[in-house]
């Protein structure tokens, strides 16, 4: 399995993450991303995506999960909410088609609304296939809403899938299993922290029309080289936005280092064990 402890990254030179949206989505990138690819592993494992699978990846970051797709062979599309910087970054790791994915294996990048991907036609003038598999990895359940805007996200990516196409989205787990959950209480407040609702994600998928098929939990620790590695990662999360816009930038950066040292080991690295999990819900 992917390690997920980030040994090294280059340091940026100018204004803090939260003031440069390049060096927020670098951030992310290189340090944050990774964090969740046990995740993708297994709910890719589990539904043995390879040749023949069409992937729509929803808010796919800067593509790090479309590139573990894409090497176990399947054509996938990035598409729906994310920022120009982190699909900026998806270009860049995934077109042309990444080194080693194999020749069957196509990648696009969509930065328009998802109506732009209905109706696509092949070169020969053939409607398309539909999707059968789409995925929200993003984790819901922490800020206010981002239940219900994964719900129309999802409703606006059903029509593009094929009928009993898999849809899987992910949350946080029970903050008894996040050691994350206390740093977010720390610092973003009880918005950033809010408990997982039991069947949070089964409502979303029910909001969208979609039919809750099973579920799967994952162990994703965060581990980082140090704390300053901790902080800028947490930072590209987009969790504390409302903790900086709210007051001071470098005093929430101070407090989230604060909150950070607790999780510190004594070789200097920061290590939070969490667990997420899935749904897999089936489309009408």
């Not at 620790?221 to 987009?238: H, I, K, N, Q």
Request: proline share 10%.
């Amino acid at each position: 399995m992917t390690p997920t402890l980030v040994r090294q990254h280059v340091s940026p030179t100018g204004p803090g993450p939260w003031a440069d949206p390049r060096a927020r989505a670098r951030d992310w990138s290189e340090i944050q991303e990774r964090m969740l690819v046990p995740l993708h592993e297994a709910v890719y494992e589990r539904l043995e995506v390879g040749a023949g699978t069409r992937l729509l990846a929803l808010g796919c970051g800067s593509g790090l999960a479309l590139l573990t797709a894409a090497a176990r062979g399947a054509a996938v599309t990035g598409a729906g909410p994310s920022c120009p910087e982190r699909l900026a970054l998806a270009r860049r790791r995934l077109l042309p088609r990444p080194a080693g994915a194999p020749a069957r294996a196509t990648v696009r990048i969509v930065d328009g609304p998802l109506t732009d991907l209905l109706g696509e036609k092949t070169p020969d003038g053939v409607p398309g296939p539909p999707y059968d598999l789409i995925t929200a990895f993003d984790p819901v359940g922490c800020l206010p809403g981002d239940g219900e805007q994964l719900s129309e996200l999802l409703s606006a990516a059903v029509p593009l899938a094929g009928r009993g196409a898999a849809v899987v989205l992910a949350g946080w787990g029970p903050p008894e299993r996040c050691a994350t959950s206390s740093v977010l209480r720390a610092v973003g407040g009880p918005e950033a922290a809010r408990p997982a609702a039991r069947d949070g994600l089964e409502d979303v998928a029910r909001r969208a029309g979609l039919r809750p098929a099973g579920s799967g939990r994952v162990a994703c620790p965060f581990g980082y080289a140090g704390l300053d590695s901790a902080v800028r990662g947490m930072l590209s999360t987009g969790l504390f936005d409302a903790a900086v816009e709210a007051g001071d930038a470098g005093q929430v950066a101070k407090e989230l280092a604060e909150a950070l040292h607790a999780h510190q080991r004594p070789d200097g690295t920061v290590w939070m064990p969490n667990v997420f999990r899935y749904l897999i819900a089936l489309t009408p």
